[in-house]
């Protein structure tokens, strides 16, 4: 009978840990809010971030340096209108918001700093000057920028074509023409 009796209060014991341990991670779980990913870039973010760094940059970098900038800048300019053609999760979006937040600034500020110390003509230890060196990561970063820009032109392409295939199938005779057109055939 003993014997019954603490098994009784060892599983009543368990029983009532167990609900302890389950309340409590259930607690936790309540108390910390699940990380939200931020939304993605509208193009007036990507707008203003570039138009920011072209007014750190005016007066302040060698014509040649603010010309490759400045070509950059007009590239992704003329995307914008365009960017809802790139899907959210896009790798191509993604590369568009991190060139105007993160790559641009970082190769055009470092090249200030050694601008500003009056080091942007005292050669680097592989033989080029920080001018030179931020030369060459704009030509890598306008490539890049080009692509995207040639990916939305062969989809606006590719749109057109599609477009005008479904209007043949749906309006043409088959001999492709339309029955507006003037040449139609009889």
């Not at 003993?2 to 607690?27: D, E, I, K, Q, T």
């Not at 910390?32 to 007066?59: C, F, H, N, Y």
């Not at 820009?149 to 023409?177: K, M, P, V």
């Amino acid at each position: 009978m003993n014997l019954l009796w603490l098994v009784a209060v060892v599983a009543v014991v368990v029983v009532a840990a167990a609900l302890v341990y389950v309340v409590r991670s259930r607690r936790r779980t309540v108390d910390q809010p699940v990380p939200i990913a931020p939304p993605p870039p509208t193009a007036d973010d990507i707008r203003r971030e570039l138009a920011d760094l072209l007014g750190s940059m005016v007066g302040t970098v060698t014509p040649d340096v603010l010309a490759r900038y400045e070509s950059i800048h007009r590239r992704m300019l003329a995307m914008l209108p365009r960017m809802g053609q790139l899907e959210g999760s896009s790798q191509d979006l993604y590369i568009l918001h991190r060139t105007a937040s993160d790559y641009l600034p970082t190769a055009v500020q470092s090249y200030l700093s050694v601008a500003r110390a009056g080091g942007a003509e005292q050669a680097l230890p592989d033989g080029r000057t920080p001018r030179q060196a931020v030369l060459e990561q704009l030509d890598l970063i306008d490539s890049r920028v080009a692509d995207i820009a040639d990916a939305l032109d062969r989809n606006d392409l590719d749109r057109l074509l599609a477009h005008g295939r479904f209007l043949e199938a749906r309006f043409g005779d088959g001999l492709g023409t339309t029955a507006g057109d003037p040449e139609r055939r009889p």
